[in-house]
């Protein structure tokens, strides 16, 4: 359902307010393992609500706070420019600048919703890393490492815990696996055909995969798990915007130029789903 000036998204009186779950069909919402526990953590108070995955909603904006478009400062009225809640940020925006839709893996909403532009640009990475990458990392890997110079192999297996700061390293050798802290990786980068290395403050670990393809997935789903954890969540990065925005504001470009963008980042779209469908 779209927001309107008197936006129904805003009605709080709905158990979903502000979640995005209103615009899914119910089937598509028993169809998701996770979209039960979403919603019953949805349905609570105005206190921090966190999806499956762990990462806090961004504060739902009520739809009397905003009088004008939270990008390019349009005012809002009943007859040409009407209230649009992007459902990732949680924004107010016109009708323009919420003219996109995606599907936000990052809260299990499988179906495209209304989103703003800068959260168009920001998602289709967000999805990658949420549908390919996270699971990959997760589930772990086992890959050779080479000893007494060479001369032969043993099995070590990486995998990235479910707190998503911390790897575990285990190479069989001791009674404890190795874990090692995101924050100290300096460097991730191939060192041979097939092979690649994790440098950190302290030492640098060697794995050699199976084949090329193996070797590229995991230094790209290495380097994405790094880069996020070097920034701040949705929550801070919106709280953040927002505070800006009351302190000086910010424009954006014309509606021309908005569009242009919108077909760019619909392009870079197009070309990752072509990823997927080829991995």
């Known amino acids: 359902t779209d927001c309107t000036m008197g936006c129904l998204c805003s009605n709080s009186a709905s158990p979903n307010h502000g979640s995005g779950l209103n615009d899914i069909p119910r089937a598509n919402l028993l169809k998701d393992a996770h979209m039960s526990d979403l919603a019953s953590t949805l349905s609570g108070s105005d206190g921090e609500r966190t999806g499956p995955s762990g990462d806090s909603f961004p504060t739902w904006v009520k739809d009397e706070d905003a009088k004008q478009c939270f990008s390019c400062d349009s005012t809002f009225n009943l007859l040409t420019e009407r209230k649009h809640h992007c459902r990732r940020c949680r924004n107010i925006f016109c009708g323009n600048c919420t003219s996109q839709n995606s599907t936000i893996l990052l809260f299990s909403i499988s179906d495209e919703v209304r989103v703003c532009l800068q959260c168009f640009k920001e998602i289709p990475q967000e999805n990658f890393y949420i549908e390919k990458q996270r699971p990959l990392l997760h589930k772990g890997e086992s890959f050779k490492k080479s000893i007494r110079y060479g001369f032969s192999t043993k099995v070590v297996k990486l995998r990235l815990m479910a707190n998503e700061i911390t790897l575990v390293y285990d190479d069989q050798s001791r009674t404890k696996p190795t874990e090692i802290d995101l924050s100290s990786i300096t460097k991730v980068g191939i060192d ?85 469908d080829r991995s």
Do not use: M
């Not at 801070?236 to 130029?257: A, F, T, Y």
């Open 192 to 276: 041979s055909l097939t092979g690649f290395e994790l440098t950190t403050e302290e030492r640098v670990f060697h794995f050699e995969a199976d084949c090329k393809a193996t070797q590229k997935a995991w230094v790209e789903s290495l380097s994405a798990v790094i880069q996020r954890s070097k920034q701040p969540s949705l929550k801070v990065k919106v709280d953040n915007e927002r505070r800006l925005k009351r302190e000086g504001g910010k424009k954006v470009p014309d509606i021309q130029q908005r569009n242009n963008f919108a077909k760019k980042i619909r392009e870079q779209q197009n070309s990752l789903r072509e990823k997927y």
